[in-house]
């Protein structure tokens, strides 16, 4: 029969084993705090990052042929960016028109307004040197024309089949103060006889 050891044998012979336990809890600790701050480095990465336009699929006249050497992005892409160009613009006109002092205001009120405002500033409702709709946010000019609302078109584009006029209308329809129907609506050779209140 085995000599009983001395005290403390049993000791030694489980401190390596809660070591070890130790040490791989710490190599998780270490991997999921290197996994979290990934996953926060990449949320953070993604968050700066411009969200891709993507145009409703299928097909239809608006969809586009490949190589009609319009832009790269295609027709469809293009008319999806001025709708979401436009609900930025209309919240930007509604926080404006909120913040809008009463009229009539004094000068001191108008130039207390002015310098909470400076972007806004300018918009037609205010008054003195320096309004005008070109210092107003890119967009207001729309809005402030009552965009969204029935109105007849203030441009028409007019040409000849295969005249490029497809191009033309997308170009202009880059800008955010311009707001393009879908398809062609073919009004003056097509539905003339329903009347302007089919062309609104
Ligand atoms: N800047 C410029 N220079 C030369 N050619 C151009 C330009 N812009 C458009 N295009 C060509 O015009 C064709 C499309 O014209 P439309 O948009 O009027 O076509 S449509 O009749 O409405 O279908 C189409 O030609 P095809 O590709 O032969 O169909 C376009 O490539």
Redesign the pocket.
């Known amino acids: 029969m085995a000599p009983p050891g001395p005290a403390g044998a049993l000791p030694t012979s489980v401190e390596p084993l809660s070591r070890s336990i130790f040490r791989k809890f710490l190599l998780m600790l270490c991997s999921l705090l290197t996994s979290l701050y990934v996953f926060y480095c990449l949320a953070e990465r993604c968050q700066t990052l411009s969200g891709p336009v993507v145009g409703p699929s299928g097909g239809g006249e608006e969809a586009g042929a490949p190589?009609?050497?319009?832009l790269a992005g295609g027709p469809r892409e293009l008319a999806v960016w001025p709708a979401a160009a436009q609900r930025k613009r209309l919240l930007q006109l509604q926080q404006w028109r909120r913040r809008r002092p009463p009229a009539p205001r004094g000068e001191g009120e108008e130039a207390a307004w002015e310098e909470e405002s400076p972007g806004l500033a300018g918009g037609p409702g205010g008054s003195g040197a320096g309004s005008s709709v070109a210092e107003a946010p890119p967009g207001t000019l729309a809005l402030l024309l009552d965009e969204g609302s029935k109105q007849l078109p203030q441009a028409i584009i007019i040409?000849v089949?295969?005249?490029?006029?497809?191009?033309l209308l997308e170009f202009l329809r880059v800008h955010p103060d311009v707001r393009a129907v879908g398809a062609?609506p073919h009004f003056f050779d097509r539905s003339y006889d329903k009347g302007l209140a089919w062309y609104r």
Do not use: F, L, S
Request: hydrophobic fraction near 15%; proline fraction near 0%; aromatic fraction near 0%.
């Open positions: 190589g009609r050497g319009v040409g089949k295969k005249g490029g006029t497809r191009a062609e």
